[in-house]
């Protein structure tokens, strides 16, 4: 009987079956689930770079008299434009001849590369999830542009919760300062009045520990008036209706702590989350879950639909792997080309629990 070619059955099998894996490590890796499921998502994507053009302006209606017999028709630019470059990640593992060879047979062949792939993928989603929040702005940086590459704190605005972004801080070849591209601000942010473009592009980020809520004020006694703020105002300024809040979990623990006598979080129903087997709890018209991978203090609002996963592949990972006939092993490799794409920074809320 011919020998079994490994290589070749899992060249034809595996690529099939990751996308069934991923599946399964949904509730481990809750805010990666999240953007994976109920993102704005792009496979089998082109160009050598990822490029998108967010609105930012809007244009304004004009009073007219009866005399007046002719519009106005101006050259206006609502749109920037963003781009973002690939990044590759890989994770590899070898079969040796010996492995096949004590485990001779189809069946037991099989079940080494399923517990070489099974251990591989999980490996791979974990060390990812750890990159949606990481801070791709260090200079050579080759990660994705994580979410802490834009929510970068400043100092605060006068008399509001609301901090600035952090002077230098960029996403997508633009700055994330407030005003930086155009547009003014009447009042104290987001109190007040003034351009959308003023604030498009920068993330709201919320101080847990701000004056504005009192003096000495702490997670436990401000998260309920944090996160209403956060999404009364992404709604007011950015027409962003944010669904969910994940947590760092000592602040999702500390919340909970805060209600236990009057059990206001409830386990969220009918949500698309909790069928994908992620546990969700429901607050107001948000829901809200932890995930170890978020920075500490640290909890994000926003409408996964303003998130997406780009990926050259058909899907975010794919196996490639050949047979080494100088070592007498089969290779396995794990590969992605993708990037986390925020429509603008501004579509994000940030609250903050620091010092």
């Not at 400043?154 to 700055?175: D, E």
Request: hydrophobic letters at 40%; proline letters at 5%.
């Amino acid at each position: 009987m011919p020998a079994l070619e490994t290589a070749r059955i899992r060249t034809t099998t595996i690529n099939l079956y990751l996308k069934k894996r991923i599946e399964y490590l949904y509730p481990e890796q809750p805010l990666f689930a999240t953007i994976r499921t109920q993102g704005s998502n792009k496979f089998n994507a082109s160009g050598k770079e990822i490029t998108w053009f967010p609105r930012i302006r809007r244009r304004r209606i004009v009073a007219v008299t009866a005399e007046q017999l002719q519009a106005e028709f101006q050259a206006f630019s609502s749109r920037i434009v963003c781009s973002l470059p690939w990044r590759h990640y890989e994770l590899g593992e070898r079969i040796s001849e010996f492995e096949k060879l004590v485990n001779r047979g189809e069946q037991a062949i099989f079940k080494i590369v399923e517990e070489v792939v099974n251990e591989l993928t999980k490996d791979f989603i974990f060390d990812l999830a750890t990159k949606l929040v990481a801070d791709a702005s260090a200079a050579g940086s080759v990660e994705i542009a994580g979410f802490q590459t834009f929510m970068k704190q400043g100092p605060s605005f006068s008399n509001s919760p609301v901090r600035q972004v952090a002077s230098g801080t960029t996403y997508a070849g633009l700055s994330c300062e407030y005003g930086a591209l155009g547009g003014g601000w009447s009042g104290n942010f987001p109190f007040g009045s003034g351009d959308p473009e003023y604030h498009a592009f920068s993330p709201l980020i919320v101080d847990a520990r701000s004056t504005y809520w009192g003096t000495s004020q702490t997670w436990t006694q401000t998260w309920e008036s944090c996160l209403r703020f956060g999404a009364t105002y992404l709604r007011v300024l950015k027409g962003v209706s944010p669904k969910v809040v994940v947590l760092d979990p000592e602040l999702l623990r500390q919340a909970k702590d805060t209600l236990k006598s009057t059990y206001r979080l409830e386990l969220a129903r009918d949500s698309k989350l909790v069928s994908i087997g992620v546990k969700t709890l429901a607050f107001e018209d948000l829901e809200l879950f932890d995930d170890p991978v978020m920075p500490a203090n640290w909890a994000y609002m926003f409408d996964p639909k303003s998130i997406g996963l780009y990926s050259l592949y058909p899907d975010l990972i794919q196996k490639k792997g050949d047979d080494d006939i100088t070592t007498q092993t089969d290779r396995i490799l794990l590969s992605s080309w993708l990037q986390m794409v925020v429509d603008t920074p501004g579509v994000i809320c940030g609250v903050y629990n620091g010092t």
